[in-house]
């Protein structure tokens, strides 16, 4: 049995309902979430990828899992026709930059109200001030 990443699409704003149902139902999930910014009703973090999650399974040998209409998914991510495999060391990369994020190293986390920040974006490099609070992630 040899156990794959795989990238699963959801219904909109269902991703929280899709990790709890295929949790349940005893898959693998990672379900990237950032505390803080751009809260869902019910819970006191945001999914860093909407309508996405990874699920670990075989696909090879069962076909992964079979999902029924409750699940509320869409699809795997596909690229011509193909599944592709996400490695064990990109999802454990990904796992720790989120980590980090919940620790105050995501942007959002970084700058405040009033803070003077360098803007670098093509053919603009300027000294700005921050004048809102972030909105989303």
């Known amino acids: ?79 011509d026709f193909e599944i592709p495999v996400i490695s064990d060391e990109a999802i454990g990369e990904l796992k720790r930059h989120v980590d980090g994020m919940g620790d105050g190293e995501g942007l959002w986390n970084q700058f405040q109200t009033g803070d003077t920040v360098n803007v670098i974006s093509k053919n603009l490099n300027a000294i700005a001030q921050v004048i809102e609070s972030a909105k989303s992630a």
């Open 1 to 79: 049995m040899a156990l794959s990443w795989y990238v699963l699409r959801t219904d909109t704003r269902s991703e929280y309902a899709v990790d709890s149902e295929l949790r349940r139902d005893g898959f693998e999930v990672y379900f990237p979430r950032i505390p803080g910014v751009a809260q869902r009703p019910g819970h006191s973090d945001a999914p860093l990828f909407p309508g996405y999650l990874f699920v670990r399974c075989d696909l090879q040998e069962t076909g992964g899992p079979n999902f029924k209409i409750a699940h509320h998914v869409v699809g795997w991510v596909k690229f």
